[in-house]
């Protein structure tokens, strides 16, 4: 039979608990897409979620040439932010260095 007691028990799965969730927060930082230089602009969830995963939405632009700053649907950030907006994901945040396979030049 175990040699702890109960309240070491819970101790220890409350550490591990921590570890495990500290692990994921580590884990889902590298899943925003973004590089150096990329604003991580997190989504955070509803609606647009479902859409912006389906177009391929990057915090960091895979192409020089077209980012979020040269497409005609991009909403500019306000007041300092980091992240601005997409008219297509209007409550999800986008950075300016991101892209989409929705690309559209700006005109
Ligand atoms: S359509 Fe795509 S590339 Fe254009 S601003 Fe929106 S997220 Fe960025």
Known sequence: MS????REFL???GVGALVVGGVSALAACGKSGGGEGAAA?????????A????LHYV????NAEKNCTNCQLYLA???????GKCTLFASTPVSPTGYCDTWTKKA
């Open 41 to 49: 602009c997190t989504d955070p969830g509803g609606g647009s979620k």
């Open 3 to 6: 040699n702890f007691s109960r």
């Open 59 to 62: 915090d960091k632009s895979p």
């Open 77 to 83: 950030a306000e007041g300092g932010a980091p992240c």
């Open 51 to 54: 859409q912006r995963d389906a």
């Open 11 to 13: 101790t220890r799965l």
